[in-house]
């Protein structure tokens, strides 16, 4: 486990460093550091750092690339739903303020590090009928309400 940490702690540093990772340590599989990445979203960190090491095999390779390359494409297409969700209320003059979450990646180097996000609006208990109208004509299902806290989804 230690050997494990360590290496991850590796990869981290790496990929922030834009850097080559040491090669992958004895007892370590390409398999692990996947499914680690997958379930701490981190896939376009870990994976990458990953891809650009010595010693993997075709096989390896073109399965960090996919999923690097997944990561990507999830990020900017959530960065354009949120462009397209800011412009609809902006047209409909709902006042909103985009939080947290998608709007966060554009504070870190790239925001392709952040993976784990989803896009969040304020705004006000008067504008959810319009609000909720507009979302889910761009696609969105409406999930869960609880209070003041109403979750979409899209395909």
């Known amino acids: ?18 850097r080559k990772a040491a090669s992958l340590p004895e007892g370590v599989s ?17 994976l990458g750092a990953l891809l650009k090491t010595d010693g993997l095999s075709e ?3 073109e399965l960090l690339r996919e999923k690097v390359l997944g990561s990507m494409l999830f990020t900017g297409m959530q960065l354009q739903e949120l462009k397209k969700l800011e412009e ?8 909103c303020q985009p939080m947290k979450g998608a709007r966060m990646k554009f504070y870190y180097p790239s925001p392709f590090l952040r993976e784990m996000s ?9 504008d959810f009928t319009d609000t909720d109208r507009i979302v889910e004509e761009a696609g969105f299902v409406k999930v869960q309400a609880i209070k003041h806290h109403v979750i979409y989804q899209k395909a």
């Not at 680690?36 to 870990?46: A, G, P, R, T, V």
């Open 118 to 126: 989803d896009i969040d609006f304020m705004i006000y208990e008067d």
């Open 88 to 95: 609809r209320m902006e047209q409909a003059k709902i006042p």
């Open 59 to 61: 096989e390896e390779k």
């Open 1 to 18: 486990m230690e050997t494990m940490a360590e290496y991850l702690a590796e990869l981290v540093k790496a990929g922030l460093e834009d």
């Open 30 to 46: 390409v398999r692990e550091i996947v499914k680690i990445s997958e379930e701490n979203h981190m896939d376009y960190l870990l």
